[in-house]
């Protein structure tokens, strides 16, 4: 048998074998268990150097039509929808209607708020 929702997490047993049905709850227990797995904490934050050399500035994105339908070409059309609520198989079937509206927008929002500039 197969979900119909893949984002319900069941029931969940803690290290006193309590059974977790509460989100909240579930959250937490998942927090301390992946905080701690393979991690030995030493108090010593690493040396992190540059990782990006100062030369290294995105400075221009060209978004147009063609662009944008290409992106919207390559969806995955049996994927799970967004946080929007979308599925990926909405934008591909209508990627001719909406390339170039979402192209503009996008252009639009470069405009108020250009890549590499501080905000």
Same mark, same amino acid.
């Given at each position: 048998?197969?979900?119909?929702?893949?984002?319900?997490?069941?029931?969940?047993?803690?290290?006193?074998?309590?059974?977790?049905?509460?989100?909240d709850e579930k959250a937490k227990l998942f927090?301390?268990?992946?905080?701690?797995?393979?991690?030995v904490d030493n108090n010593v934050f690493p040396?992190?150097?540059? &990782? @990006?050399?100062?030369? =290294?500035? /995105?400075?221009?994105?060209d978004v147009n039509t063609q662009n944008t339908?290409?992106?919207?070409?390559?969806?995955?059309?049996?994927?799970?929808?967004?946080?929007?609520?979308?599925?990926?198989?909405?934008?591909?079937?209508?990627?001719?209607?909406?390339?170039?509206?979402?192209? &503009? @927008?996008?252009?639009? =929002?470069? /405009?108020?708020?250009?890549?590499?500039?501080?905000?």
């Amino acid at each position: 048998m197969q979900l119909k929702y893949r984002n319900v997490i069941g029931a969940l047993v803690d290290d006193c074998g309590n059974i977790i049905t509460n989100d909240d709850e579930k959250a937490k227990l998942f927090h301390d268990y992946f905080g701690c797995v393979g991690v030995v904490d030493n108090n010593v934050f690493p040396v992190c150097d540059s &990782l @990006l050399r100062d030369e =290294c500035v /995105l400075d221009t994105v060209d978004v147009n039509t063609q662009n944008t339908l290409a992106a919207m070409r390559k969806l995955e059309s049996n994927l799970s929808s967004g946080p929007d609520g979308l599925p990926p198989l909405l934008f591909k079937r209508l990627r001719y209607c909406l390339a170039e509206p979402l192209a &503009l @927008l996008f252009s639009l =929002c470069q /405009l108020c708020h250009p890549i590499g500039k501080e905000v």
